[in-house]
Antibody, heavy 120, light 108 residues
Framework: EVQLVESGGALVQPGGSLRLSCAAS????????MSWVRQAPGKGLEWVAN????????YSVDSVKGRFTISRHNAESSLYLQMNNLTPEDTAVYYC?????????????WGQGTVVIVSP | DIQMTQSPSSLSASVGDTVTITCRAS??????LHWYQQKPGKAPKLMIY???TLQSGVPSRFSGSGAGTDFTLTVTGLQPEDFATYYC??????????FGGGTRVEIK
């Protein structure tokens, strides 16, 4: 079964750091672009960052540039999001997603999400 | 960045109704447009990709149309399990991606 399982969400103080992990299974992880998408409470979906198969090309939304770093470990089929200098605006459910080139780069597999709360 | 504008932001409908949601891109995106369904407390689910192609397992009452800047998602014969929030998303400007603001479909 194709699956993404996130972990690492927590309550953290403003200015703090957190590292999210995503464990992939059931598919050849190293052949897919991977992304993080977040959803603030009561709000819509926001693409946060993505990373190419080789782990070299990385992109992120402007609001997290310089604070969040996406990475991957293909041998372990794992995706990560290092989040530094967190602010209350980063409070959200964070989803790990897979983009499929064969589906016009749509996100065809999603994890269940991990909750990040940034609060004093 | 490409902006995606969905309308309406919410709508009320009854079981059996046909509903249409629109999504407009701020610049042409060919058919790099996808639709997701999200139910409360759950992850989004891909429904339609490439503007018109149904994802495997998605009921045929869902359909998508459009190209360029204007797109629609239509549900013909709304079922109780279709009440949810729907999002469009463009991947034309991959790797920089954007979602629409969402449309909540509620029971009338």
């Amino acid at each position: 079964e194709v699956q993404l399982v996130e972990s690492g969400g927590a309550l953290v103080q403003p200015g703090g750091s957190l590292r999210l992990s995503c464990a992939a299974s059931g598919f050849t992880f190293s052949t897919y672009w991977m992304s993080w998408v977040r959803q603030a409470p009561g709000k819509g979906l926001e693409w946060v960052a993505n990373i190419k198969q080789d782990g070299v090309e990385k992109y992120s939304v402007d609001s997290v540039k310089g604070r969040f770093t996406i990475s991957r470990h293909n041998a372990e089929s794992s995706l990560y999001l290092q989040m530094n200098n967190l602010t209350p605006e980063d409070t959200a459910v964070y989803y790990c997603t897979r983009a499929s080139v064969s589906l016009w780069n749509a996100f065809d597999v999603w994890g269940q999400g991990t909750v990040v709360i940034v609060s004093p | 960045d490409i902006q995606m504008t969905q309308s309406p932001s919410s709508l009320s409908a009854s079981v059996g109704d046909t509903v249409t949601i629109t999504c407009r891109a701020s610049q042409p995106i060919d058919i790099y447009l996808h639709w997701y369904q999200q139910k409360p407390g759950k992850a989004p689910k891909l429904m339609i990709y490439g503007a018109t192609t149904l994802q495997s397992g998605v009921p045929s009452r869902f359909s998508g149309s459009g190209a360029g800047t204007d797109f629609t998602l239509t549900v013909t014969g709304l079922q109780p399990e279709d009440f949810a929030t729907y999002y469009c998303q463009q991947s034309f400007s991959t790797p920089r991606l954007t979602f629409g603001g969402g449309t909540r479909v509620e029971i009338k």
